[in-house]
C-alpha cells in the first residue's frame, strides 16, 4: 500500500499547502527560466518534466484537440475491459468524488478519457480545462499529470499545484493509479481522482489504490468464472484423449489438464501456429468453445524441452529448443529477467528482489509483477511463479560471461544483488 512517506504522496498530513504551494510556483518559474530550483522536486515530477519538455509541451499552452466525439467514446467504453468492473469503481469512489469536490476519471491505456463522473462544479471546471471524455490526457498532451505520469511511470502518482507543467493546471490535485489485466499483467487504463489543489490529502492515494485492487480482483473473479464454464467443456473432450492433453482459454489459462502434471499457464495459442508446451512438446492448438485443446503433435511424444537466450539474432531471442527449436523475440528487459532467473536456479526469486535487480529499489513490484506476467504469455509453463523461476525440468544453458556483460553492461554479472542500467 503506497505510504506518504513513499515518494507516491504530494503532501502529507503536516505539510502547510499554501506555502508549499508557493515553493513549488518557484520551482516551476526557476525551471522554465534555465536555473536550478531552490526546492528540489520530487523524482517522479523531475522525470516527466524532463520527458514533456522533449515532447515541446508549452506550459502556458492551453489549446488542446477537439475530443473524439460520443459514438467512438462509446465505442471504446463498449471495448475496455474496465466497463466490467464499472459499478465497483463507481461504488468506490464516485460518492467519494462528489463529497471531496472531486471527479473521478477513468482512462484507457493510451489516455483516452472513458469515464468522468462525480461533483457537478468540479466538472464544469474540467469542462474548461478540456478535461472530458473523448480527450487524450497523456504526458504528450497534456503535460505533467497524474494520469499521463501514472501511464509513463507504470506506477501510482499524487501530483499538487505546480507539479503539474502546464499553468493552467495548477489549481488541481490529482491522483492516479494504473488498472492491470490479473490474466495478462497488461495496462488497461488509469483511475484518477481529481479536483481543487486545496482538496489534496496523502490518504486519496491509499483510497484510489484500493479501489483499483478491488476493481482487479474483480477482474480476476470474471476469469474465473469463465475458466469454470470451460472446464464444463473440457470435461468430455479430454475424457476422449488418450495420451496427455490441456485444455485452455484464450489468454493459456489452464482449464483442465489429463496425463500431466498440473499447471496454472501456458504459452498464448494462435489459430495454424504450432507451439511448444513444456511436457507436452509440439502441440497444434486445436479449437474448443471458450477456448483451445493443446496435445502432441508429433508422433515422438514429449521432449525434453532446453531453454537459452541467443544474444547474438537479430533480434535478439530466447530459444526453446524441444523436438524442434522455437525462437522467442523479446526484448532487452524481459531477456534481462529470463537470465536473472536462470541464474537464480530452483530458488527462485520474489518481485521485489528482482525489483532491486532491475531498478535498483524495490517500489517496482507492480511493474515486475506485470512484466513477468507479459512474458508468461509468451514462455507459458517454462516459467513457475511463487517465486519466480525456470520451471522443474526444463533445461537451462545460461549466457556466458560476455552476453552477461551485453545484457547488463561491463563487470556486472547476472546475480539478484546487483542493479542493471
Same mark, same amino acid.
Given at each position: 500500500m503506497p505510504h506518504p512517506d513513499d515518494g507516491v504522496c504530494a503532501v502529507t498530513r503536516s505539510t502547510d499547502l499554501r506555502q508549499h504551494a508557493r515553493l513549488l510556483h518557484q520551482a516551476h518559474d526557476a525551471r522554465l527560466s534555465g536555473s536550478r530550483p531552490s526546492t528540489p522536486l520530487r523524482r517522479v515530477v523531475s522525470r516527466s518534466w524532463d520527458r514533456v519538455l522533449s515532447y515541446g509541451v508549452a506550459p502556458d499552452g492551453r489549446s488542446l484537440d477537439d475530443p473524439a466525439p460520443p459514438e467512438i467514446v462509446e465505442r471504446r467504453r463498449a471495448e475496455s475491459p474496465i466497463s466490467g468492473v464499472l459499478p465497483q469503481l463507481r461504488a468506490s469512489l464516485t460518492a467519494v468524488a462528489e463529497d471531496a469536490e472531486h471527479v473521478m476519471v477513468i482512462t484507457a491505456a493510451d489516455g483516452f478519457v472513458l469515464w468522468r463522473e462525480g461533483a457537478v462544479r468540479v466538472g464544469r471546471l474540467a469542462d474548461d480545462l478540456g478535461f472530458l471524455p473523448g480527450a487524450d490526457w497523456t504526458e504528450a498532451s497534456v503535460g505533467t499529470n497524474a494520469i499521463g505520469t501514472a501511464l509513463a511511470e507504470h506506477a501510482s502518482v499524487q501530483l499538487f499545484s505546480a507539479e503539474h507543467f502546464v499553468r493552467a493546471q495548477h489549481p488541481w490535485t490529482c491522483t492516479a493509479s494504473p488498472i492491470h489485466d490479473p490474466r495478462t499483467g497488461e495496462m488497461l487504463g488509469v483511475v484518477d481522482l481529481s479536483g481543487p489543489a486545496p482538496t489534496v490529502h496523502p490518504t486519496t492515494v491509499a483510497l484510489v489504490h484500493t479501489a483499483v485492487r478491488l476493481a482487479e480482483t474483480g477482474l480476476w473473479a470474471a476469469h474465473e468464472t469463465r475458466l469454470e464454464s470451460l472446464r464444463a467443456v473440457a470435461a468430455p473432450v479430454l475424457a476422449r484423449q488418450t495420451g496427455p492433453a490441456l485444455v485452455v482459454d484464450d489468454h493459456g489459462w489452464v482449464a483442465a489438464a489429463t496425463g500431466l502434471a498440473p499447471r496454472d499457464r501456458v504459452g498464448v495459442p494462435q489459430a495454424g501456429e504450432a507451439m511448444l508446451v513444456h511436457g507436452l512438446g509440439a502441440c497444434l492448438p486445436d479449437?474448443?468453445?471458450?477456448?483451445?485443446?493443446?496435445?502432441?503433435?508429433?508422433?515422438?511424444?514429449?521432449?525434453?524441452?532446453?531453454?537459452?537466450?541467443?544474444?547474438?539474432?537479430?533480434?535478439?531471442?530466447?530459444?526453446?529448443?524441444?523436438?524442434?527449436?522455437?525462437?522467442?523475440? @523479446?526484448?532487452?528487459?524481459?531477456?534481462?529477467?529470463?537470465? @536473472?532467473?536462470?541464474?537464480?536456479?530452483?530458488?527462485? @526469486?520474489?518481485?521485489?528482489?528482482?525489483?532491486?535487480?532491475?531498478?535498483?529499489?524495490?517500489?517496482?513490484?507492480?511493474?515486475?509483477?506485470?512484466?513477468?506476467?507479459?512474458?508468461?504469455?509468451?514462455?507459458?509453463?517454462? @516459467?513457475?511463479?511463487?517465486?519466480?523461476?525456470?520451471?522443474?525440468?526444463?533445461?537451462?544453458?545460461?549466457?556466458?560471461?560476455?552476453?552477461?556483460?551485453?545484457?547488463?553492461?561491463p563487470g556486472r554479472g547476472a546475480t539478484p544483488l546487483q542493479p542493471w542500467p
Open positions: 479449437r474448443v468453445p471458450g477456448g483451445w485443446l493443446l496435445r502432441p503433435s508429433d508422433a515422438a511424444g514429449p521432449s525434453r524441452t532446453r531453454l537459452r537466450l541467443d544474444l547474438d539474432a537479430d533480434p535478439p531471442a530466447a530459444l526453446v529448443e524441444g523436438h524442434e527449436v522455437w525462437r522467442h523475440i @523479446l526484448g532487452r528487459r524481459h531477456l534481462q529477467i529470463v537470465a @536473472l532467473l536462470m541464474a537464480a536456479g530452483s530458488a527462485g @526469486l520474489d518481485a521485489a528482489a528482482i525489483s532491486r535487480a532491475l531498478y535498483d529499489d524495490a517500489d517496482h513490484l507492480v511493474t515486475v509483477r506485470a512484466e513477468l506476467s507479459r512474458l508468461r504469455r509468451v514462455l507459458g509453463g517454462l @516459467l513457475a511463479a511463487r517465486p519466480y523461476r525456470i520451471a522443474p525440468g526444463v533445461e537451462v544453458v545460461p549466457p556466458s560471461p560476455a552476453d552477461t556483460a551485453r545484457l547488463f553492461g
